[in-house]
Each structure stands twice: as structure tokens, then as C-alpha cells.
């Protein structure tokens, strides 16, 4: 039977030379990472229709621009080169403060004593509907009982109520 004719040489060759491998799979993380920083958080932290179309484009031309790896050694290597960056990244991001504000956003303030800021929601393309849908899911009737309101770096909204302030 063919399916049991496994050729695993074949399977597990290395036909690209291991650095290669680590740079295009470096240079693509950081790539990616520093285009996902300049997009607007709302863009990266919530997953709507196009949102999730936008990851699987990525993860398509990610996928052409690693190479066609006939090899599943190849395509390991690749994969533990970008869980290396990430968890790098994440463990310099937790030490290194200056790290952290190189790949995570600070909060951004769209609402200030019930009053709408709309040079920063126009910065992160967010409407006003779309706030007072947030404002809703969280119970508050009023943008006028909302002190503040932030667009937090993972694309989500945060409320601070006037009710329990002084």
C-alpha cells in the first residue's frame, strides 16, 4: 500500500540553510509586529468579520513569504523562531519598561467628564455609535455619567463611572 511507503528522510530534510530560515522568520515577526503597532488598537484587538479576514491575509502572505518548505523540519524551524521572538518579547517587555512601551500602546483617553474627545476617537477610528454600544454592553445609560473612558492597548474600552468617584 502507498500509504505506508513513508519516505521520512524526505519528510525531514533540510533544504534551506537553518539561518535563512531563522531571519526570514525574524524579520517577518518583527515586520508584522512593528505594522500591527502603528495600526489603530481598535484594529488589532477586536476581532470583527474583517478583522478576522485580515489575520487569515496575513497568515497567507506570511506563509508565501517563509517559503514553500516541502520539509517539516524547515517549517518547525520557522515556528520556533517566531515562538522565540514572542516569548523574548514578551519576557524584555515585563524587565525592560522601555520595551514595553515600544510594542504596547498606552491607554488612549476618548472620554473626559462625559464629554466626548474626538481628535483621539478619530485616531482610532471610532465612532460615536460605537461607543455608546460599549457604553451599553457595560450598563451605563449616559455618556454624562461616564468620567473616563479609555481605548486600552489590546483594542478594548474601559469605563470609570462618575457614580463611584467623589
Do not use: C
Not at 504596547?104 to 477610528?125: A, C, I, T
Amino acid at each position: 500500500m502507498d500509504i505506508l511507503n513513508i519516505n521520512l528522510s524526505e519528510l525531514l530534510k533540510i533544504e534551506v540553510p537553518v539561518a535563512e530560515l531563522v531571519l526570514r522568520g525574524s524579520v517577518l515577526y518583527l515586520g508584522i509586529l512593528l505594522l500591527l503597532r502603528v495600526m489603530p488598537r481598535r484594529t488589532g484587538g477586536e476581532m470583527a468579520t474583517m478583522d478576522l479576514l485580515f489575520i487569515v491575509l496575513i497568515a497567507e502572505a506570511t506563509t508565501h513569504s517563509l517559503g514553500g518548505y516541502s520539509s517539516i523540519t524547515e517549517g518547525f524551524i520557522v515556528i520556533l523562531t517566531l515562538i522565540a521572538w514572542n516569548f523574548t518579547l514578551n519576557s524584555l517587555s515585563y524587565y525592560i519598561p522601555f520595551v514595553e512601551k515600544l510594542v504596547s500602546s498606552p491607554p488612549l483617553q476618548v472620554v473626559r467628564d462625559g464629554r466626548l474627545l474626538r481628535r483621539n476617537m478619530r485616531r482610532e477610528f471610532l465612532t460615536e455609535e460605537e461607543l455608546l454600544e460599549h457604553l451599553r454592553r457595560e450598563g451605563i445609560e449616559d455618556i454624562k455619567d461616564v468620567k473616563f473612558a479609555y481605548v486600552e492597548a489590546d483594542g478594548h474600552i474601559s469605563f470609570i463611572s462618575k457614580k463611584g468617584s467623589r
